[in-house]
């Protein structure tokens, strides 16, 4: 940012506001708590000598980043607890039309890539983030984290490595996304078993978050027949109950289901191209609290 120190601290703080939600997120996966953490760095920053801040923008990210560390290992025993799956709270946009900011920040916010991230110690999950996602300088991860540049190179060598064996391997055009999951939207409307199975890979897998508070399965479904059967369950129990919503889901075209005009989960899928290879079902109505509830 040029001339930062010729705006107040607010000013600053507005604009850093969408960079600094973006860094507590990718941490912590919960709405709330990324706001939490934001509003604490600025409740810092306007407690702090702003004379003696160099730079409001290193500032705050370091900040930002050292609460976030701080709020995933104190939840470290919560989520360790957790029953079942831990799949992060979806931030979803209703337009079907995928926003261009959306699909610009979606292969690095993704439920597919929060689920990678979720598997990362807290100062690696910060490291690799800072560096790949954000590109921030070795000395400057290394004043955020407390640690020597050569201790953060390793942490960020350390977790490409976990991240790039379990991240999904494929690019596809957001339009083929929307259309192959337009296809799928129509088939399990129908209970169209056949349909559904024809659109998923042979290994397809679905991973159900419902925090215990909703039944969810408690362990990854694999196989075509398999998952196609979930979702054809879900119609044949609820016969023209079932209504699917097409929506943006951390930045990737997603669906919300809603059974009987209530919301029942938010729903991402990875896809090839020609298949759905995954799916990610958010049931737990903790973090679904801020979506339309109702059709």
Known sequence: MNDQRQLPAQDVFNELRPRLFSIAYRMLGIRADAEDVVQDAWLRLHGADQDAVQSFEAWLVTVTTRLAIDRLRSSKADREAYIGWWLPEP?????????????????????????????????????????????????????????????????????????????????????????LLAAFRDAAGKGDMDAMRSLMADDVQLVSDGGGKVKSFMRILRGAGRVAGVFWSVEHQYPRQVVYRSASVNGEPGLLRYVDGKLESAQAFIVDGAHIVAVFVMRNPDKLATLPQHL
């Open 91 to 179: 931030l979803v946009e209703l337009d079907e039309n995928t926003p261009e900011r959306a699909v610009e920040m979606a292969s690095d916010v993704s439920v597919a890539f929060m689920w990678v991230l979720e598997r990362l110690a807290p100062e690696e999950r910060a490291a690799f983030l800072m560096r790949q996602v954000f590109d921030t300088d070795y000395a400057d991860i290394a004043s955020a984290l407390g640690k020597s540049e050569a201790a953060c190179r390793q942490l960020v060598h350390r977790a490409i490595g976990r991240v790039q064996q379990e991240r999904p391997r494929f690019t596809v055009p957001v339009d083929a996304h929307r259309e």
